[in-house]
């Protein structure tokens, strides 16, 4: 049995929930409480010494790092365009998960995080940081249906939580059309699943 050690709100865990539905996995969600500290105690910094969620858990194999599980489940359980095994298409695939553990993180999550949450950021750095990120992917959008290869791959799981999320960042989607077409492409898979904050129709 897969177990999922998550938070309900955290865009990190949804693109580990996304995943396992589109790979139509059963699992169990284990909700961990950070407040409770419950990430810092000695149990769980052994499954993850960052004491961060997600982390999944697949019998004997413990996996840390949302990008890491996406690259876990796709081999392990998903075709091969998931994360292919072709050197260029690997690559290009890899290249926008270092896009979601930096970018993504330096932009629209740390204004989530600000706005939302009521983290202090630096505001100038994050907002520019987005704001390439967007004109980046609007760019490469406008002639790409996903982001990596010609079909769908965990590329595009992994940048889109924070980018669906992105409003509650105070950042307006509307002007990057083609970015808000490959998220309503992405909410019409079937096994889409949602989460709090993510608009139902783009
Ligand atoms: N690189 C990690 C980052 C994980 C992360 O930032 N997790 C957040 C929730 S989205 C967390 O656990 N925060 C609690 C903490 O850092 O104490 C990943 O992609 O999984």
Redesign the pocket.
Known sequence: MIELFE?GL????HKVRMMLSLLRLDYKSHAVN?AERE?KNAEFLSMNP?????VLKDGDTVI????AILVYLARAYGDDHWFPADPIKAAEVTAWLSTA?NEVVRGPNALRLHYKFGRTINLDEATSTTANLLSVLNQHLAHHDWLATEMISIADIAIYPYIALAHEGSVDLSPFLSVENWLGRIEMLNWFVSMPGIRGTH
């Open positions: 938070f955290s865009g990190n865990c950070g990430l960052f004491g961060q969620v997600p840390r790092d949302s990008q553990a």
